[in-house]
């Protein structure tokens, strides 16, 4: 079983910045794409950011020129440095990987992690 562990979230004022970390742990071969989603009250989860193995890394246009995903993979980690905060980017932060492991290839969620920026 693999296990996804978010840290890095908390309460920051609008135009203010956060670093996430996502550290991946278990029995993992490999880790293909890993990235971030977003939820917010009353909205459904969207894709933040995500970054293949290779480094190549893909965000929504809500967030290009703030938020930045990296990764590191010699530690399995997945990082998210938020920038210019916006009210509008309070939510939920989940990670997401997709994983070689014992199960063959699978997917799997962190547990979130509140991120919240005040006006």
């Known amino acids: 079983q693999v296990q996804l562990v978010e840290s890095g979230g908390g309460l920051v004022q609008a135009g203010g910045s956060l670093r996430l970390s996502c550290a991946a742990s278990g029995s993992i071969f490999s880790i293909n794409a890993m990235g971030w989603y977003r939820q917010a009250p009353g909205k459904q989860r969207e894709l933040v950011a995500d970054?293949?193995?290779?480094?190549?890394?893909n965000s929504a246009d809500s967030v290009k020129g703030r938020f930045t995903i990296s990764r590191d993979n010699a530690k399995n980690t997945v990082y998210l440095q938020m920038n210019s905060l916006k009210p509008e980017d309070t939510a939920v932060y989940y990670c997401?990987?997709?994983?070689?492991?014992?199960?063959?290839?699978?997917?799997?969620w962190g547990q979130g992690t509140q991120v919240t920026v005040s006006s």
């Open positions: 997401n990987a997709d994983v070689d492991d014992d199960y063959g290839l699978s997917n799997y």
């Open positions: 970054i293949t193995s290779g480094g190549r890394a």
